[in-house]
Structures are given as structure tokens and as C-alpha cells.
């Protein structure tokens, strides 16, 4: 019996809380991420933003998800029930799940595999199974083309993020997302692989279909997309994924390219602060650069969306792929050699 | 260890029954879904036995895009399977001829099967001990070293995939007018638009 | 950092791949009218690579860790594939033009299946041998559909296809089983781990493996996409099948029966014997009905599969020199006739039927003389060529003790005889039908009158040194 306590039921509990302590702050962040985007769009747009609900409208993302809530659920007669309720659990699901690997401070993870980075990008490739089933699924042509565009745009641009991905693993040496982190001690991967940032982030904001590659959800042509047909707590679900979306793009953009929990600087009054907050600003950094974005420019065209992923983006990176991989290998600079 | 066994049970289970739904179900886009529970269990399977690498490109690379094409492919294709079925009692009796024929051949192949003395020394040649490699180091030295050479003429081979794929299917239509975005770029506000003063009543 | 591979072995093969990438660029950049260009630039490329690999012919060399083998044998028959591939390169270009199929990629395409017939001809591995197959049939796959808005043309594609897949498969069901039994896929490690006897694994193994490769040479029971596909394919593409890709998967069948599976040659031999009786009867007797001379070419390139296969059914040296002076003379009887075929044009497009050769001697009479000297060759009527070709490789099976394949393959040739003669009849006895056009492309008169000397003149004059080329890459494969 004590066996079975220290040897199963206490390392489940400790398990079952660290994931908890991962998850709750999770899901405080996309509720005010949503609050945040509502305000910065605002300022955006010289108007004020939500500012009724509580003391500076604070308490608007509860007052949202409580009326969401206590809808209700609407399953349309011609859908295909199972798949279209499974849709949206897959998509936060994921969402979750991919934050197992993300260390947040040195040692400071759920699970540190060898193969972290190809567990997110497995994670992320999978995202697109949630929209093209619920496209399906929902039974309706807007939603059905709002499915298809989707697995599209992120299958194409999962292309260029796995090179990127692959530039930054020959600078490290390492799958392993702490030793990404550690190995930019000396100076941060955005700087010298800025291209492959640029591009990074942009894909990044076509995995997660936000604007201006929000194409799937266009409301002015697809009546808002794959999850016209969702009502309530699914389509809760989808917009909770979608966000914790964006802050795990945020994290992974971080992680690879801004040194993680690492301070700018390693001198007195910046490692004084805690890892943990680093890398929280940088993930509130890019977060508001996803904002800004949307903010400032309009839709891409289907069209130019393809050309840029597959006619631009992937030749750039995959030269950037072989000179990066030249460069290490002229000078001797490969890690672990 | 027992997790690790319930583990695999469940994997292995899931694998079998979902590779049997594959080709069960009513609904294509039912299969392809199956399929994908199948490659995703399979992922699961790779992972017990330590190749974390392979678990991971099956996931990226099967489930990520080739199922997602296929399902692509599937949903938009109105396939009707009573009709691709009706065949299917009529060839049934040769199809199942050819299968049991097979079949006697591989179990006598199997009840009389004694490997050469040398294949177990041969079998192990290029494959590094699990605790001295990691998995992704052991699959880069066999696929860009040893066979180097296979992975040169299988790039061709898909080379000539894509090839015969555009040279078979692309037609350039005459009179579509395409985007020339350096040309849009290139435009100059004076070239498209003019002001001019318009006097009331006067009309241009 | 580990050391590199030693390239020298493989240099044709590496010059041949960056030229036909390069090849692609180009087309890819200059758009459908480059195609003329493309086309002579790859012949350029085929000829440069002829001469590589006959200045790197020597000694058995191996590379890529075992999996690549260049010796005499494989110098041969790569001579033998370039030279078809080169000339149907030059003769199919009017017939482009004209069947409006002249796109940069067609050049490309024969010239990766080129590449891929090289990298079949030195395999030493179950895997290269595989990738090199792969290569090859996938890009004659897409040039048999080249002619894309034909339906025939589409239809032969698809055709070739699904049973090309098939094919595949076998050879991948049986590698399989192989490598199950030996532990290795090495030719090499095979021949020594397979010496020590065999089992029924291993023997069903080779015998997929087998039925694979005679899919690939259309032997017969394996031969049925022949004729189709040949008749659907463009004239151009199927000159290039009818020569290029049977030397290769010969050669390659020879390579792999001799060499890691030599010491099963009791346990093979039945198998190769009956492929070639089936294929020369079959061969015969069916293309006496034949009205299309496309259609009579793939029968009668069947029959020639099964006279090759006899040299290997003998399993000796002098069979194995019996199947490559076969081949060399088979090379320019077919490209000749494949030439003529080429020029059978009429008011201005292809014609295909016999009867519209009738009367060529008055209409046409260089052509109506080559075309019968082809056909005479190809009956084995002495001197010509042909005559020749059938003596080694029936020596060889008498040698080798296979008498009833020998009578039967003597009376197969003598039926084949019967259609190829009726061929020249209808062109020398026959009213004229309509005149073919003149204006022929002169590289098609000349391809078509130098192949006629060759097997006319040359080859039966020269047949000690070519005999001796073929002995010499023979005797490699026997080295042990």
C-alpha cells in the first residue's frame, strides 16, 4: 500500500497540480488577451474599448464567458453530431496539451523531452484537424469553405515554419526547448537569424488564422467562417483554443527566437528579476505585435496568401536553411561536432 | 511497467480497430478520420518502444499533411460508395482465390522458415545500441551517411512526381490576365488619377 | 566529419542527374519554346555521359557503401542505353512538333528515365535497385500519358501505371521476403549468405522478385500492358520503350539472377525457361493478326524478350555474352524500325496500319529497303544481324544442354518469320496506297539508313569485337 501511494498516487497528484498550475494562469491570460486586443484595437482606432464591466471594464472577459455560457447550444439538424462536437474539444485540447513542453523558467517544465520542438510542431500541424472537421461537420457551404481555406493556409505554411524551425535546431544542436534557450545565452536567435523571424512570426500569424491571414473567418465573405454554425459553449471552446493559440505561438516565438525566460542582458538589476516574468513579457511582446498587426493592416487575398507561403516563404527559408547550415560548417561554429 | 504495458495494449488496440473502421465505415470522410486515429495510435506505439523522433515526424508528416490533403481531397469528391461496391460481389470469389492462394504461400513460407545463419549478424550491422545514440542522431547517420545515395535518387524519383504531375496537368489558358504585383507597385498616383477642378454646372 | 563517398565510379551517372536538372531550368525559364533546345542539349548530355562511361570503363569499382557497382557488364549495357535513349531523342522531335506535344519537359523526363536505366544497370542493393526502378517507370508512366488531350495516350499512361505499380509491389513483396531470409539487401552479402543452400522463403522471394522483372521486360504471362500501352503511347515515346527501358531490366534481370542468386541457378533456370518459351510463342503467333504496325512491334518485341531470355535461361558466360550481343543488335534493329514508323506520315499526319505501307518500294524506295532489311534481320534470316543475335544465345542453350528450348525457340522464330516477311510483301508486292509525304526530317533518314548498315554491314562484319566487348562484361559477372 505504500508502495502503491509513493511509487503511483503521489507523483498523479503532484502531476494533476503542476498541470493545473500551468492551465489556470493559461486560461486567465486568453481571457484578458481578449481583453487586451479589445482595448488595443481600440486605442487603434481612437475609441475607448470595453470600459463598463467592473473597475477599466476588467471584468468584461467574465461577463463574456458567462453569457456564452448560459446559451444556448445549438447542433444543426444536418450535421454530423459527433464530429461536430468533437471539433471544437480537439481544437483546445490542443491547444492545451502543447504547453507540456514549454519550459517557463530553468527546469521549470512539465515534461522535458529531447524532441520538445517536434512535439509543438506536431501539436500545431494537428490544430488544422479541429476547423477542417468542424468545416465539415457544421453542413453548411460558408463553414465548408472556411474549413477548406484553413487546412490550406496552415498546411502551406507549416512548410516554411518546419524550415525555420530547422535553422534554429542547427544553431542549437538541440530539440531539447530548454537547450534552445540556454544556447542563446550569448545573444538572442532574432538577431542573427532575423530574417527567419520575420518569416516565423508572419507564419505564425497564418497557423493561428489571425488577421490580416484570418481568411477561414472572414466575415464579409464566409459570414464569419468555420464556426458560423457554433453557438454557445462549442463555440466557447473554439474561441478559447484560438487564443491559447496565439499565446503558444507567442511562447514557441519566444522560446526560439528571444531566449525564453533569459534576461536581455545578464547584469545586476535585469537577473534580478525572475525568469518566469521574462518570459512572460516576451510572450506579452509578440502578443501585442499580433494585435498591432491586426490593427494595421487589411486581409490578404487568397490568392496572394498562397504565393507569399509557397513562392516566397519557402524558397527564402530554405535558402536560409542551407546558408545558415553553410556558414556553420565553413567556420566551425556547429554545436556538438 | 504495468503502465507501460496498459499502455501499449491500448495503443495497439486502438490501431487495429481504428485500421479496421478505416475501411468499414459508411462515410470516406469517417475513414480518413479513422485513419488518422490510426497513424496518430501508431505515433503512440513508436513512442513506448523509445523512437521519439519517428513518433514525432509520423505525427508532423502523416497526420499533419498527408491525411489532411487526403481528407481534403475526400470531403470534395461526392464518392459513392453503394455504387463502388456493386462490383464488389462479383469479383469477390477471384479476389478471394488470389487472397487464400497468397495466404497458403506465406504460411508455408512462414512453417518452413529458417533465416540463413549469418542474418541475425547481418540484421544488427546498422543499427547503433539504443543507450549509446539518440534516436535522431542514429536516423542521420543512416539516411544522410549510409545511404546517402538512396536519399539523392529517391529525391529524384519524387522530383519526377512532380513533374509528371505539372507537365500532365497544367494548362496555361490563352487571355487570363494574371497579377503583376511589381507592376501595381510601380504605379505612380499621376499615372491613374488626375485632379481637376470641376466648375459647378460645368460638367467635364 | 566523415568521409565522403568516392564519386569516380558514379561520375556518369552524377553529370547525367545536374544535367537534366539543369535541363529543367532551363525549360522551366524559357517556357515551351525552348523545347528544340532542351531536346539537342539533352542529346548533348546523353553523349557527353556516353563518353564518361566509356572512359570509366574498367575494373569493378563499388561505391555508396556497397550499393553501387560499376564494372564492364554494367559499362555495356549503360553504352547500349545511352545510345537508344540519345537517338530516340533525335528522331521523336518532328513528332512532337507535330503531335503538338513539344514541351521542355519531355526531354527531361527521357533523360531522368535514362538516368534511372543507369542506376538499374549498377545496382548492388535491393534498395538502389528498387530507387532506380522507381525512377525509371515513374517518369515512362508520365511520357506514355504525355500526349495528354489524346485519350489513347492517357489510357496507355494509366494503363502502365496501375500495372507498373503492381509490378513494384511484387518486387517489393519479394525484396521483402528476401531480406527476411538473408537479414541484408547487399548483392554482395546475398550471394554469400544464399550460397548455403536454400529455403522456400527465399525461393518465393526470388520468384516475386522475378515475376517483377519480367512485368518490367514484358515477358510473358506479364506482357499483357504491352501491346496497349505501345499502340496508346506517342510513336516517339513508345521507340523509346521498345529499346531503352528492355535493355535495362534485361540487363538488370541477368545482374540479378547471375550474381547474388547464382548459386539458386537449378532453382531459377525453370523459371526463365518457361518465361522465354512463353514469350517467343506468344510473341509469334499473336502478332501474325496484327494490323498496326505499333501493335506488331510490341508482340514482336515480346518474341525478342523470350529469344534474350534464352541466353539466361543456359545460366553460363556464354549465355550472359549471348543476351548483351542480343541486345546490342536489337538496339538498332528496333530504333531503325521505330525511325521508319516515325516517318509514316500522310497528308500531313501519323499513319499506323501495315496496309498503309503498301507498295513503299515505288512510292518511297530508300525507306521501303531499310525497312525491309530491318525486318529480314529481325526474322534471323543470315547474313543480317539478326541471324547472329539468335546464333548466341541458341549455342549457348544447346551448350548449356536446353535442347527442347532450342527446337521450340528455332520454330517460334521461323513462325515470327511469316509476319515479318508479310511486312515486306505488302511493301513490294502490293499496290501503292497513298504516297507518305516527302519532306522527312533528314536526322530520321539518316537514323533509318545507318541502322541499316549497321545490321546489314556492320554488325556482321565486326562481330569479333563486339562479341568481345560482350564476353569481356560477361566474364564480370562470373568472377565471383
Known amino acids: 500500500m505504500a508502495e502503491f501511494l509513493t511509487g503511483y498516487a503521489w507523483p498523479t497528484i503532484l502531476i494533476v497540480l503542476e498541470i493545473l498550475a500551468i492551465i489556470v494562469p493559461l486560461l486567465v491570460g486568453v481571457a484578458y488577451l481578449t481583453y487586451a486586443e479589445r482595448r488595443v484595437l481600440g486605442a487603434i482606432h481612437l475609441r475607448i474599448g470595453p470600459n463598463v464591466v467592473g473597475p477599466w471594464g476588467l471584468l468584461q472577459p467574465l461577463a463574456d464567458g458567462l453569457k456564452l455560457a448560459t446559451k444556448e447550444p445549438i447542433i444543426p439538424s444536418g450535421s454530423s453530431k459527433v464530429i461536430f462536437l468533437m471539433a471544437p474539444m480537439l481544437t483546445f485540447l490542443l491547444a492545451l496539451v502543447a504547453w507540456a513542453v514549454i519550459p517557463f523558467n530553468k527546469g521549470w517544465v512539465l515534461a522535458n523531452v529531447n524532441v520538445g520542438v517536434l512535439y509543438l510542431f506536431a501539436i500545431s500541424s494537428l490544430g488544422v484537424y479541429g476547423i477542417i472537421m468542424a468545416g465539415w461537420a457544421s453542413n453548411s457551404k460558408y463553414a465548408f469553405l472556411g474549413g477548406l481555406r484553413s487546412a490550406a493556409q496552415m498546411v502551406s505554411y507549416e512548410v516554411s515554419i518546419g524550415l525555420v524551425i530547422i535553422t534554429v535546431l542547427l544553431c542549437v544542436g538541440s530539440m531539447n526547448l530548454s537547450d534552445i534557450v540556454e544556447a542563446q545565452r550569448k545573444v538572442w536567435f532574432c538577431l542573427p537569424l532575423l530574417p527567419m523571424f520575420v518569416v516565423f512570426f508572419i507564419s505564425a500569424l497564418a497557423e493561428t488564422n489571425r488577421p490580416p491571414f484570418d481568411l477561414p473567418e472572414g466575415e464579409s465573405e464566409l459570414v464569419g467562417g468555420f464556426n458560423v454554425e457554433y453557438s454557445s459553449m462549442p463555440f466557447a471552446l473554439f474561441f478559447l483554443g484560438e487564443y491559447a493559440n496565439m499565446i503558444l505561438m507567442s511562447g514557441m516565438t519566444s522560446i526560439l527566437f528571444l531566449g525564453g525566460w533569459l534576461p536581455p542582458a545578464d547584469i545586476a538589476p535585469l537577473n534580478w528579476i525572475p525568469g518566469v516574468v521574462w518570459f512572460a513579457l516576451k510572450i506579452a511582446f509578440v502578443l501585442f505585435l499580433f494585435l498591432w498587426v491586426r490593427g494595421t493592416l487589411p486581409r490578404y487575398r487568397y490568392d496572394q496568401l498562397m504565393r507569399l507561403g509557397w513562392k516566397i516563404f519557402l524558397p527564402f527559408s530554405l535558402i536560409w536553411v542551407i546558408l545558415t547550415a553553410g556558414f556553420l560548417v565553413a567556420f566551425d561554429l556547429l554545436p556538438n561536432a | 511497467m504495468i503502465i507501460q504495458a496498459l499502455a501499449f495494449y491500448l495503443f495497439a488496440a486502438v490501431t487495429v480497430l481504428s485500421g479496421a473502421m478505416v475501411i468499414t465505415a459508411r462515410n470516406p470522410v469517417h475513414s480518413v478520420l479513422f485513419l488518422v486515429l490510426a497513424f496518430f495510435s501508431a505515433a503512440g506505439l513508436f513512442l513506448l518502444i523509445g523512437a521519439e523522433f519517428v513518433a514525432m515526424i509520423l505525427v508532423i508528416v502523416y497526420v499533419g499533411a498527408v491525411a489532411v490533403l487526403f481528407l481534403f481531397v475526400v470531403m470534395m469528391l461526392d464518392i459513392d460508395f453503394a455504387e463502388l461496391r456493386t462490383g464488389l460481389l462479383r469479383y469477390a470469389p477471384i479476389g478471394a482465390l488470389v487472397g487464400i492462394v497468397l495466404l497458403i504461400e506465406l504460411v508455408v513460407a512462414l512453417v518452413s522458415w529458417k533465416g540463413a545463419s549469418e542474418a541475425t549478424a547481418n540484421l544488427a550491422v546498422p543499427t547503433p545500441p539504443a543507450s549509446t545514440t539518440q534516436n535522431a542522431v542514429a536516423i542521420g547517420e543512416l539516411i544522410y551517411t549510409h545511404y546517402a545515395y538512396l536519399f539523392q535518387a529517391a529525391g529524384l524519383v519524387l522530383l519526377v512526381a512532380m513533374i509528371g504531375a505539372i507537365a500532365l496537368t497544367l494548362r496555361q489558358r490563352p487571355g487570363v490576365r494574371r497579377q503583376k504585383i511589381a507592376n501595381q507597385n510601380a504605379v505612380q498616383p499621376a499615372d491613374v488619377a488626375e485632379v481637376r477642378k470641376v466648375a459647378s454646372r460645368g460638367g467635364i | ?480
Open chain 3, 1 to 480: 566529419m566523415t568521409a565522403l563517398p568516392d564519386f569516380a565510379p558514379a561520375i556518369p551517372e552524377i553529370v547525367l542527374a545536374v544535367a537534366s536538372l539543369a535541363l529543367l531550368l532551363v525549360g522551366a525559364f524559357k517556357g515551351d519554346g525552348s523545347t528544340r533546345l532542351v531536346s539537342w542539349l539533352g542529346t548533348a548530355a546523353l553523349a557527353v555521359v556516353l563518353v564518361l562511361v566509356w572512359a570509366n570503363t574498367g575494373d569493378k569499382a563499388l561505391t555508396f557503401g556497397g550499393m553501387f557497382i560499376a564494372d564492364r557488364f554494367a559499362s555495356f549495357a549503360k553504352c547500349l542505353i545511352l545510345i537508344a535513349s540519345g537517338i530516340t531523342l533525335v528522331i521523336s522531335q518532328d513528332y512532337l512538333k507535330l503531335e503538338r506535344m513539344d514541351r521542355p519537359e519531355y526531354a527531361v523526363l527521357v533523360l531522368l528515365a535514362t538516368l534511372g536505366m543507369l542506376m538499374l544497370v549498377s545496382a548492388n542493393d535491393l534498395m538502389s535497385l528498387y530507387l532506380g526502378l522507381e525512377l525509371m517507370s515513374l517518369s515512362l508512366y508520365v511520357v506514355a500519358a504525355f500526349r495528354r488531350d489524346a485519350v489513347k495516350s492517357s489510357e496507355a499512361g494509366l494503363k502502365y501505371f496501375v500495372l507498373g505499380a503492381l509490378g513494384s509491389g511484387l518486387y517489393l513483396y519479394g525484396a521483402s521476403l528476401v531480406y527476411g531470409f538473408t537479414g541484408t539487401t547487399s548483392f554482395t552479402q546475398i550471394a554469400t549468405t544464399v550460397g548455403n543452400g536454400p529455403s522456400i522463403g527465399l525461393i518465393a522471394g526470388l520468384v516475386f522478385v522475378m515475376a517483377s522483372l519480367a512485368f518490367k521486360v514484358s515477358a510473358v504471362p506479364f506482357h499483357m500492358w504491352t501491346p496497349d500501352v505501345y499502340e496508346g503511347a506517342p510513336t516517339s515515346v513508345t521507340a523509346f520503350f521498345a529499346v531503352a527501358p528492355k535493355i535495362a531490366a534485361l540487363c538488370l534481370m541477368v545482374r540479378v539472377l547471375v550474381g547474388p542468386f547464382g548459386p539458386l541457378v537449378d532453382q531459377w533456370q525453370q523459371v526463365v525457361v518457361f518465361i522465354s518459351l512463353a514469350s517467343m510463342i506468344l510473341g509469334s503467333f499473336a502478332a501474325v493478326v496484327q494490323k498496326n504496325i505499333k501493335r506488331l512491334l510490341a508482340y514482336s518485341s515480346i518474341g525478342h524478350v523470350g529469344f534474350a531470355l534464352v541466353g539466361l535461361a543456359s545460366g553460363t558466360e556464354e549465355g550472359v555474352r549471348g543476351v548483351l550481343a542480343y541486345l546490342a543488335i536489337y538496339l538498332f534493329m528496333n530504333l531503325g524500325t521505330f525511325a521508319c514508323v516515325l516517318a509514316m506520315k500522310a497528308g500531313g499526319r501519323m499513319v499506323e496500319d501495315i496496309k498503309d505501307l503498301s507498295g513503299l518500294s515505288r512510292t518511297n524506295p530508300l525507306m521501303a529497303l531499310c525497312l525491309a532489311a530491318f525486318m529480314f534481320s529481325m526474322a534471323g534470316v543470315p547474313p543480317l544481324a539478326g541471324f547472329f543475335g539468335k546464333l548466341y544465345v541458341f549455342m549457348a542453350a544447346v551448350h548449356a544442354g536446353l535442347y527442347a528450348l532450342s527446337i521450340i525457340g528455332v520454330l517460334a522464330s521461323v513462325v515470327a518469320a511469316y509476319y515479318y516477311l508479310r511486312v515486306v510483301k505488302i511493301m513490294y508486292f502490293d499496290e501503292p496506297a497513298e504516297a507518305f509525304d516527302r519532306g522527312q526530317s533528314g536526322v530520321i533518314r539518316f537514323v533509318m539508313a545507318a541502322s541499316a548498315v549497321i545490321i546489314a554491314i556492320v554488325i556482321p562484319l565486326a562481330l569479333q569485337p563486339m562479341t568481345h566487348a560482350a564476353q569481356a562484361a560477361a566474364a564480370t559477372l562470373f568472377l565471383g
